[in-house]
């Protein structure tokens, strides 16, 4: 029997991630090297005094539910970090902890849009925002962020944007895919923006501890008294910490949207894992020696790297300030390799070269590809270099 599914799900878009993902997977069970360069978590464990911390509750018997928005140590660490890192205060009824920042998202856009609100999305962005938008009624309008702004949108272009159903505005900073942070400036002239037009933000902060060279990160919650008000933040332990497996984020914000959210929380997944969230309490009090030292390597791979990737042949890309991706605008290197398209030539490289990247359609960005350093620095140099050797082979002068 051929089961009628719900409208909501017609309107999901497959994911190229899970396509490219299962492909290399596929190759991988051949016996074929392929490397993967498509990782979205860091490739450290969790650090000892984390799961220390998570043991310990376990063997204590705190095992059992607890209060669906989150356990009050928690709420109490996650309020302490916001003071400490950017100066914002907060109440226990202005935060939710969730099953991770994605889920945390998930649950505010249910309880925050109705049919047809419409909330805009920077290009490029996580391959979700548009996804959770349409599963809750949700209509995304896109504004493009073009590789001369940086992959970051204008406060300009938002109010060009906005009309009487826009109700809010995706910010993620440092972002992935493009590992740009909007500056303060940058963030006061959207904060006045949407004060303007009278629309919330959504503030994505999970990279916030993924900062390299003078770059600096910045809340828009920080920007003024009124942005703070309209703001939800969105983070979690899961980049800072090497904690995706543990499924813990928050928000922070009005507290009759948290309350929203609680409440939701509490009929669809009663509470986030005990021991998860016992693990987070010390990952935000405890020391943040493997934070700082984690964020150092990445730091240490990027610069060995990407004067590798801009050496590739029609790759033109931006230097990441944050995150772990690199996006090179590889429409060039495609074309002149044959290419109908970046996404045939993305394949072409996992079956030829076999090394697999994410297409930057999934982002919205058709003509660039993401590459994740967070794998080691040997394979990510055995990557870059089967890469560029691919290129060097296919290419083709009389395209010009």
């Keep these: 029997m ?20 299962a492909k290399a997977k596929d190759l991988k069970e051949q016996g074929i090297d392929v490397i993967g360069l498509g990782a979205g978590e860091p490739d450290y464990n969790t650090p000892q005094n984390i799961l220390d911390a998570a043991l310990k509750s376990m063997n204590e018997g705190k095992t059992k539910y607890t209060p669906a928005g989150g356990l009050p140590a928690l709420k109490k660490a996650v309020i302490d970090k916001l003071q400490r890192d950017q100066e914002l205060s907060y109440e226990p009824s202005e935060i939710l902890v969730g099953i991770g920042a994605k889920h945390v998202l998930y649950t505010f856009f249910q309880v925050f849009l109705n049919e047809l609100d419409e909330v805009i999305i920077p290009i490029p962005y996580w391959v979700s925002y548009p996804e959770q938008v349409k599963l809750a009624g949700g209509v995304p309008v896109y504004i493009e962020g073009t590789a001369k702004q940086q992959y970051k949108i204008t406060a300009q272009q938002i109010k060009s944007a906005i009309t009487d159903k826009t109700r809010a505005i995706i910010l993620n900073s440092p972002s992935n895919p493009s590992g740009m942070i909007y500056s303060e400036t940058e963030l006061q002239e959207i904060a006045l923006v949407c004060k303007e037009a009278n629309i919330w933000i959504i503030s994505d902060e999970i990279y916030e501890k993924l900062i390299y060279g003078d770059a600096q990160h910045v809340s828009i919650a920080q920007v003024s008294d009124d942005a703070k008000e309209r703001t939800i933040i969105i983070n979690g332990v899961s980049k800072s910490h090497s904690m995706t497996g543990w499924r813990i984020g928050y928000a922070a914000g009005n507290k009759q949207i948290i309350k929203a959210m609680t409440d939701l929380a509490s009929h669809s997944t009663s509470n986030p894992a005990t021991t998860s969230q016992y693990a987070a309490i010390e990952a935000y009090t405890g020391t943040q020696d493997a934070v700082e030292e984690m964020r150092a390597a ?24 944050g995150a772990f991706y690199l996006l090179p605008d590889v429409s060039e290197a495609a074309r002149m390799t044959g290419y109908v398209s970046v996404d045939a030539f993305v394949e072409a490289i996992l079956t030829e070269a076999n090394v697999a990247v994410i297409p930057g359609s999934g982002f919205g960005a058709p003509s660039t590809i993401r590459l994740s350093y967070a794998t080691s620095l040997d394979l990510l140099e055995a990557a870059v270099a089967r890469i560029d050797s691919f290129v060097r082979s296919k290419w083709q002068e009389d395209l010009l």
Excluded: C, D, M, Y
């Design 298 to 321: 990445f730091e240490s791979r990027l610069e060995i790297i990407f004067p590798k990737v801009t050496a590739i042949p029609g790759f033109k890309v931006l230097k990441p300030q």
């Design 2 to 21: 051929k089961p009628q599914l719900a409208n909501r799900v017609h309107t999901l878009t497959p994911s190229t991630t899970l396509a490219i993902t």
